[in-house]
């Protein structure tokens, strides 16, 4: 028996593009912030899009701009650079199987548009089986929004200084449990995420440096655990 044929291209870019429209919902104020805190910083609005444009890694884009404006050299800037986007690696890994035997003109495009957000998308429980128009539409949708929201946020840090005290921070948590919550389906994620979450309170409130790290590696720690003991 002949497999169904595949829908048009267009309906699946249309299935990614609605797939990721709640994680692009909560990151409109991530961006916002992005923006703000670009012009804020003394970068030019040119300057500040380009960030989103080029880069697109909310993250780094506030921890690079923070080192410039600390006059951290460009060495220090690419260093911490590759080890707060190093977990993208081991999404590429993940999707190796179903990425690499696509030509080279499908695994750029695909491996910029790389997120967490988009990997969350991909790769949950629900989702289809691997599509590349459906990875192309859900990267697309969530660029364009990042980008959109960037500009408006250096349009509002220039016309509204002081954007970046409203507390648009919290975006960023508000996205990751976006991402998180979804995906807990059994008993050893849910033991792995709330170890991490434990363990990143304390050391917050306890001024340990590093305990994001000491976060991870605990909720790894507990979720292998419990994958090993339970029945």
Not at 7 to 33: F, S
Not at 116 to 139: I, K, S
Not at 218 to 228: H, I, K, N, P
């Amino acid at each position: 028996m002949n497999a169904a044929p595949l829908p048009h291209p267009g309906r699946r870019l249309a299935r990614g593009a609605v797939a990721i429209a709640p994680l692009c919902l909560a990151v409109v104020p991530w961006g916002l912030l992005a923006g703000s805190y670009a012009v804020g910083s003394g970068l030019s609005p040119l300057e500040g899009q380009a960030l989103s444009l080029i880069l697109f890694a909310g993250a780094v884009q506030l921890v690079v701009i923070g080192m410039a404006q600390d006059g951290a050299s460009l060495a220090a800037m690419l260093l911490a650079t590759a080890f707060i986007t190093a977990r993208h690696l081991l999404y590429g890994l993940s999707l190796r199987d179903r990425v690499g035997t696509l030509p080279l003109r499908w695994r750029l495009p695909l491996g910029f548009l790389l997120t967490d957000e988009l990997f969350a998308v991909c790769t949950r429980h629900d989702a289809p089986a691997f599509d590349r128009w459906y990875m192309l539409g859900a990267g697309l949708v969530f660029y364009l929004v990042w980008n959109l929201a960037t500009l408006v946020g250096v349009v509002m840090g220039e016309t509204l200084p002081g954007i970046e005290g409203l507390g648009l921070e919290f975006a960023v948590a508000a996205t990751f449990i976006a991402i998180v919550v979804p995906n807990l389906v059994d008993r050893p994620l849910w033991v792995a995420a709330l170890s991490a979450l434990v363990v990143a309170v304390l050391a917050a409130h306890l001024g340990i440096s590093g305990g994001l790290v000491l976060a991870a590696l605990a909720g790894m720690g507990a979720g292998y655990v419990t994958e090993q003991v339970a029945p």
